[in-house]
């Protein structure tokens, strides 16, 4: 049985809104993968300043200022940074 141009132009645009909600499912699990990874990440990014800081203490923007003090001294220390002059070299 031969399908009118009406009834195959119907088919194919169900198999097009099919293909499409398979598409978004397929963006749908790769975003939530994505996010969970993140989370994850989050997590034990977290769990290491707890290791290595007294969070509990702390406000969440005094570990922020500590955080870029020890960035700033950090930074200090690389050899691209210009050593200051000593008085003897005068």
């Known amino acids: 049985m031969t399908l009118s141009v009406d009834e195959r132009i ?5 198999e097009m809104n099919q293909l499409k909600t398979k598409k978004q499912a ?4 790769e ?7 993140r989370i994850k990440k989050l997590i034990a990014l977290g769990e290491l300043l707890e290791k290595h800081f007294d969070c ?3 406000s969440l ?3 922020d200022e500590e955080i ?5 001294g ?3 220390l690389n050899h691209y940074a210009t050593p200051q002059p ?3 070299d005068f």
């Open 10 to 14: 119907k088919k194919l645009d169900d």
């Open 26 to 29: 397929i963006l749908n699990r």
């Open 31 to 37: 975003r939530r993968k994505q996010k969970n990874e």
């Open 56 to 58: 509990d203490n702390k």
């Open 61 to 63: 923007e005094q570990l």
């Open 68 to 72: 870029k003090r020890l960035k700033l």
């Open 74 to 76: 950090l930074l200090g």
């Open 86 to 88: 000593k008085e003897d």
